[in-house]
């Protein structure tokens, strides 16, 4: 029996999901009931409940490309290559026939445990692994399928190989199967490759968006333009909570390329030509301002009533035992007070969001991390339905949490100038606007009363921590904050595993009712908890004469997984050979996002400068799908950190943020970039996130470093010139 | 009227003489490979080259580039030290979001035309104004080292 090969001539399209001929594959995935949220414990992407969607993942074109969708944002992390991998591997698809799109915004999309469209929680990964190899699975299936037909062969006698169907020494393209394939009814249950057969998970793999990203061709939600579109820049109260009491637009509109001025929820939005425009029409602008509640604001103040709080104990987030008596028997007590600052992102795309407004919807383009969210947003306030809301997600030029924001504030703004200019705009922040413009990681006051035995060993930990709510106010309020305790504010700490080893502990919260919007930074409640915790660590391995090292691996004997991952760091670090002159090491291990990271860092301390001269990362995350983009998020995630830690703080003074730009609010540049190395845990044990485990432990490995070195003990962060 | 030679072509440009190149370029010629960080030459995203030279164009008026030559991120690969310089960013896989890319080439292409062999030191210095979010430095540094031995 013999068919013709030649198939892509046929002209019958009968599915409607055909948009540009060939195949768009459409299935059911389950999805999660539950609503999860970053940090929460159970983060199983398997234990999916039942509900079914209708998905599209990928297309398959005539002419043999392979266009994969992709549910989740890539604002650097590499999931434009990691989901890809998945799907070819099943698919076994030529790999230089991928091609990769942001989807829509759409029910199909959202998260398959968090219930709702976001790339956020170090979650794309172990998320979707199963949605995606199913969709290369399916539609392989389909494809031989389509070949049996075709070929008048049974289904089982045929293989796959590199995009094509292969029956003898006969091979048809997956794109000559394609219209045939999309005829067949999809079928109810697919198998999945072995670990052994994998050809492409788990090797490393060149990101398939480094092309555009370096000849300057990748679209970012700023390189939005069309004909029409006007550039606006809003005017925010200086202090936030503050609104607008009168303004005078006059010497603003006389800028040449401004057309309007237009009041809108958080300000004065000036619409002009183009962003220089905009500018000046900014700068023109006169705005009085009812500057609110909030006008006295300063953080010394705010220190001292996070101090007063600390004072008594806050509502309970851990308890074991009885702390206050076991305190009372210690042999040794060691206390101490660690705070944090508040942090912007401050991603290199500074915010901006562009907005049609038509006869029967609306039109957005931005980088955004929660399409979800900001459909709903703008479709409230346009009074559309969320469908009505399309919007295209471009390349985000960096997020790190910034970007996922429950209150959708750059989406709605945008939306408002839009409707009351009443012409397509993009707004666009200035990075004044951006580090000025709230939504901080929240300033943390973490303090502790720890009773050591005779061994030098915890018995009894008082933890006390004073902090604002990411969640509160928020619509996942109701998943991630009970009885009185925000989960995120206190991770890290309540659920630490060296608490799990001491048999009285008290973890209790005082969640600070301040008006300063705060959001999750990259590693949310981590990004503080695991300075205070591995700096206290090392305290009591101090004040019990022994080996931080040693120490961390009495307390964690239970926890192979912490193990594995500090004793990989260590024995890379070479942690009991002798350093260079002048160069000390800290050491320090933490779980977040589900992943285990230990960071040995080596650094000299010199008239009051610290200069860390290599980091040894070692990750257990389970499954690495593509280990060199893991290595990379290693790096980067050593970064961000560390420029936060050496140098980053905001503050507040006469209810103003006091940073503006990169000159006050410094970040990691190269000269303060050290070596690192990373080294991955080969594992099978449960998949977690790589996106964020790596920054909480870098802060607390260095200034350990800095205690080994000066004797100094760094309990405040920005390290800054605390050791001038 | 303002003329200028934008990767070797003449555009006339209406726009005024104080407007920044880095907005002529996006909003007006729509080349928007050069991306806006920061506006006050503090992170390096917008750089471009002037008669060769690397500037923040975020904070030079384009009445300072008339006569001379602009060279963006979207004609660099006609530069074969800017060839060299994407190659090594392709092989070594730099970028993470890619934002700061552009200004990171352009400050690595005129790096490497000044100093054909530099050392991490020569690196550190050169490259210190280009803010990378994402942290992609040490990948940065390996690229340059590689270019520099393809050029070789």
């Known amino acids: 029996m013999t068919a013709p090969l030649n198939i892509s001539r046929r002209t019958f399209i009968k599915t409607t999901a055909l948009v540009v001929g060939g195949l768009v594959i459409a299935f059911n995935i389950p999805q999660a009931k539950r609503f999860l949220l970053p940090g929460a414990k159970d983060t199983a992407g398997t234990d999916a409940g039942k509900l079914p969607a209708p998905n599209a993942f990928l297309r398959i074109g005539t002419d043999n490309t392979i266009t994969v969708m992709l549910a989740h944002s890539e604002m650097g992390q590499s999931i434009w290559t990691t989901l890809p991998m998945l799907i070819a591997e099943e698919l076994d698809a030529d790999w230089s026939k991928i091609k990769v799109e942001h989807a829509k915004a759409a029910p199909e999309y959202i998260h398959t445990a968090y219930g709702i469209q976001i790339t956020g929680g170090s979650s794309t990964t172990w998320s979707e692994f199963d949605r995606y190899r199913q969709a290369g699975a399916l539609t392989r299936a389909l494809l031989v399928a389509a070949a049996a037909e075709e070929l008048g062969v049974a289904a089982d006698s045929l293989k796959t190989e590199n995009g094509f169907v292969i029956s003898g020494d006969k091979k048809i393209s997956y794109g000559d199967l394609a219209e045939t394939a999309a005829n067949l009814e999809t079928p109810k249950t697919v198998m999945l490759k072995k670990p052994e057969d994998w050809k492409i998970i788990g090797k490393a793999t060149k990101r398939l968006d480094s092309p555009e990203k370096i000849n300057g061709s990748a679209i970012f939600g700023q390189d939005v333009h069309f004909d029409g579109l006007k550039t606006a820049m809003v005017a925010r109260s200086p202090v936030f909570g503050g609104t607008v009491k009168s303004f005078d637009a006059g010497a603003a509109k006389k800028i040449k390329g401004v057309h309007n001025v237009v009041q809108v929820p ?21 705005v009085e301002w009812d500057l609110g509640v909030n006008a006295g604001l300063d953080s010394k103040k705010m220190l001292e009533e996070y101090r007063s709080l600390a004072a008594k104990e806050g509502l309970p987030a851990a308890k074991a035992g009885d702390t206050e008596s076991a305190l009372s028997k210690a042999a040794q007590v060691v206390e101490a007070e660690y705070i944090l600052p508040y942090l912007a992102h401050s991603p290199m795309e500074p915010l901006n969001c562009a907005v049609k407004i038509n006869a029967d919807g609306c039109e957005i383009w931005t980088g955004t991390q929660m399409q979800t969210t900001d459909q709903q947003a703008a479709a409230k306030i346009l009074g559309l339905k969320p469908e009505q809301v399309k919007i295209h997600t471009l390349f985000l030029g960096g997020g790190f949490g910034r970007r996922a924001n429950p209150a959708a504030d750059f989406v709605s703004e945008a939306v408002h100038v839009a409707k009351a200019a009443g012409m397509p705009v993009k707004t666009v922040w200035s990075r004044e606007d951006d580090i000025k413009g709230g939504y901080y990681r929240p300033m943390f006051l973490h303090k502790a ?36 305790v925000d989960a995120t504010s206190v991770e890290g700490v309540a659920d630490s595993a060296y608490l799990k080893a001491i048999p009285n502990h008290h973890v209790s919260l005082h969640t600070v009712k301040a008006s300063i919007p705060v959001l999750w930074w990259r590693s949310v409640g981590h990004s503080h908890s695991a300075f205070a915790m591995e700096s206290l660590i090392d305290e009591l391995a101090h004040a019990a004469g022994k080996d931080p090292l040693q120490y961390r691996r009495a307390l964690l004997k239970d926890h ?25 090491r800290g050491i320090a291990v933490h779980e977040s996002f589900g992943s285990y990271v230990a960071h040995v860092a080596e650094v000299s301390v010199t008239k009051g400068a610290v200069k860390v001269h290599r980091v040894v990362c070692a990750i257990d995350c389970g499954l690495s799908v593509n280990p060199d983009s893991l290595k990379a998020q290693m790096e980067s995630s050593v970064s961000f950190g560390l420029g936060a830690a050496l140098q980053s703080e905001i503050t507040f003074g006469d209810g103003m943020v006091q940073q503006s730009n990169f000159h006050d609010y410094k970040v990691m540049r190269m000269a303060d970039m050290p070596k690192i190395e990373v080294y991955i845990v080969p594992s099978t044990e449960k998949m977690g996130g790589v996106g964020e485990p790596a920054v909480p432990p870098i802060a607390p490995a260095v200034t350990n470093a800095i205690f080994a070195a000066t004797g100094k003990r760094i309990r405040s962060l920005p390290i800054g010139d605390q050791l001038a | 009227m303002i003329t200028l030679n934008i990767n070797g072509k003449e555009e006339k440009l209406d726009a005024p003489e104080d407007m920044p190149i880095l907005w002529a370029l996006r909003d007006i010629v729509h080349l928007t490979g050069t991306k806006f960080g920061c506006g006050m030459a503090q992170c390096g995203a917008c750089t471009v080259h002037l008669d060769g030279q690397p500037i923040r164009s975020c904070v030079t008026p384009i009445a300072a580039a008339v006569g001379k030559k602009i060279t963006t991120i979207e004609d660099i690969q006609n530069d074969k030290v800017g060839q060299a310089v994407q190659e090594a960013w392709r092989e070594v896989d730099v970028v993470q979001c890619g934002y700061c890319q552009s200004g990171q080439i352009m400050a690595a292409t005129a790096l490497l035309t000044s100093n054909k062999n530099p050392t991490d030191a020569d690196i550190d210095a ?23 031995n393809k050029l070789a």
Request: net charge neutral; charged share 20%; aromatic share 8%.
């Open chain 1, 266 to 286: 958080t300000g004065v939005a000036v619409i002009a030509d183009n962003y220089w425009s905009a500018k000046q029409g900014r700068d023109a602008l006169k």
């Open chain 1, 449 to 484: 009363k720890i009773g050591l035995n005779a061994d030098g060993m915890p018995d009894a930990w008082e933890h006390i921590e004073v902090g604002q709510s990411i969640m509160v106010g928020t619509p996942f309020e109701q998943f991630m904050i009970k009885d009185g």
């Open chain 1, 560 to 584: 192979p997984r912490h193990l594995a991952a500090l004793n990989l760091a260590a024995e890379k670090a070479g942690w009991d050979k002798p350093l260079a002159k002048g160069i000390f």
């Open chain 2, 126 to 148: 050169a490259m210190n104004g280009n803010i990378c979010r994402c942290g992609t430095y040490p990948r940065i540094r390996a690229a340059i080292h590689d270019a520099a």
